[in-house]
């Protein structure tokens, strides 16, 4: 067990409507990373957020964003949910040490996300 | 923008087989990590390379980074169902070190016949 923890674990929703996920990070770490996850491929890097600020951000539109919390659990918001947006939407928390970037990622389970 | 791509994307071995995946950069790295997804599951962490021609090992894996810091392989002895999963190999998305997030390859689906 990694001690990140996701919520809700599966969500339907329709085109258009708009979705909020969310992450516990584990206990002491200080960055959260969110991730895009369709069937079959790798996990598509949406956006990291380091001490609540934003400090990387994939190719995702600007109707994916997020939030970090002071006590490090994040939430992921999509806007104008599109068909496409059905995937496997997986948080990972880490302790970032910028002095060697070292960055290991612990994964949640994901939510599972389909679109109708 | 970087790429990192794996080959194979699909693996059928039998048991007992030995077990490779490649994974290439379009940018120097400074630094590779590893994870392996079993099925229905989500990434799980294996390892972090970091110096040129570096090999490590756990057990049965064996973990190289190339010389010029470009690629890196995992290679699995005599594999076992337990190995059953996908392996994907992830570097820093820039010149951060992995600072500003990971680039994840498409993975090696690993399929065990008994």
């Known amino acids: 067990e990694t001690g990140v923890t996701q919520s809700p674990t599966h969500l339907i929703k329709t085109r258009g409507q708009q979705v909020t996920l969310r992450c516990s990070s584990q206990s002491g770490h200080n960055t959260v990373s969110w991730y895009q996850q369709a069937l079959g491929q790798g996990p598509q890097f949406i956006f990291q957020y380091y001490r609540e600020e934003e400090n990387g951000r994939g190719n995702f539109p600007p109707r994916f964003s997020g939030l970090q919390f002071p006590n490090y659990s994040s939430e992921l918001n999509v806007n104008a949910l599109e068909l496409d947006d059905s995937a496997l939407y997986l948080c990972a928390s880490s302790f970032l040490r910028l002095r060697d970037a070292k960055n290991i990622q612990y994964f949640g389970a994901g939510t599972r996300l389909s679109v109708l | 923008g970087q790429q990192v791509m794996q080959i194979p994307q699909y693996q059928h071995v039998q048991e007992g087989e030995d077990f490779t995946t490649y994974c290439n950069s379009s940018?120097?790295?400074?630094?590779i990590q590893w994870y392996k997804q079993r099925p229905g599951g989500h990434p799980v962490f294996l390892i972090q390379?970091?110096?040129?021609?570096e090999v490590k090992k756990q057990k049965r894996l064996t973990f190289q980074f190339g010389e010029a810091k470009k690629n890196s392989s995992l290679h699995i002895t005599a594999t076992q169902t337990t190995d059953v999963g996908t392996y994907f190999c992830?570097?820093?998305?820039?010149?951060?070190?992995?600072?500003?997030?990971?680039?994840f390859g498409k993975g090696t689906h690993l399929i065990i016949q008994p």
């Open positions: 390379l970091v110096k040129s021609g």
């Open positions: 940018t120097t790295l400074s630094n």
């Open positions: 992830a570097g820093p998305r820039g010149s951060g070190g992995g600072a500003d997030g990971l680039t």
